[in-house]
């Protein structure tokens, strides 16, 4: 089975400072991959997703991440946090080898944004 | 509206008392899938569905079932739910294979006594 890590389960950041959500998965093969946002009590949300081409991929609310092969890394980036990030935040991974439909997320990161 | 519908969103039960938690995409999807989100495991895949009868088990299948005989429905069972299934179940969908975006629906939360 795959992993997917999120280094810091908890992360804060003052408003206005940059945000930067840790990923790493363990496929050998180039997999998709996948941020999503969770608000409390809701469902989660696609922010952006990497399938192929372009390495650096923007997503929507300002967030974008740097696919990078040789670290097995997906980190995401904000330049400027706003009060309204503050949420919790789920890296995901799919592989190319996998049949159909199966995903691997990581255990979360929650942001906190400090005014 | 497209979008994914989950019911009951709150449930409480008791051990062994068998309950279905119902899900439903109005986007003609052919990929659905069901998650459970436990603090500090994220979310793992239960069961996941390329079509009509098509299904196939994720990461934590024990203790659940699914069908899928309409495109539309993908409903999980639980035929003799256990209080280590006390959980936060997402099911969510996604259109066809290149299409990977999914959509979730709002969630279910069981409590089992």
């Known amino acids: 089975a795959q992993s997917v890590t999120q280094l810091g389960s908890h992360v804060s950041v003052s408003e206005g400072a940059l945000v930067l959500l840790r990923c790493n998965y363990s496929s050998s093969v180039p997999p998709y991959l996948f941020w999503y946002v969770q608000y409390p009590n809701q469902g989660l949300q696609l922010l952006l997703k990497y399938t192929t081409g372009a390495t650096l991929v923007k997503g929507i609310n300002g967030f974008e991440a740097e696919f990078k092969k040789s670290e097995t890394s997906f980190h995401l980036t904000k330049p400027s946090a706003h009060m309204s990030d503050a949420a919790e935040y789920f890296c995901a991974v799919r592989t190319l080898s996998n049949t159909g439909n199966q995903f691997y997320f990581g255990t979360g990161t929650s942001l906190t944004v400090i005014p | 509206e497209a979008q994914v519908t989950q019911n009951p969103r709150y449930l409480i039960t008791v051990t062994g008392k068998k309950l279905t938690v119902t899900c439903s995409q109005n986007?003609?999807?052919?990929?659905m899938s069901w998650y459970r989100q436990d603090p500090g495991l994220g979310l793992r895949q239960i069961y996941y569905s390329m079509n009509v009868e098509v299904t196939d088990k994720g990461d934590v299948p024990e203790g659940y079932k699914v069908s899928r005989k309409e495109k539309r429905n993908f409903p999980l069972i639980l035929e003799s739910p256990s209080p280590n299934q006390t959980s936060l179940y997402f099911c969510?969908?996604?259109?066809?294979?290149?299409?990977?975006?999914?959509?979730f629906g709002p969630g279910t939360r069981l409590l089992v006594l």
């Open positions: 969510a969908s996604r259109g066809w294979e290149g299409q990977e975006t999914q959509y």
């Open positions: 986007m003609n999807h052919e990929y």
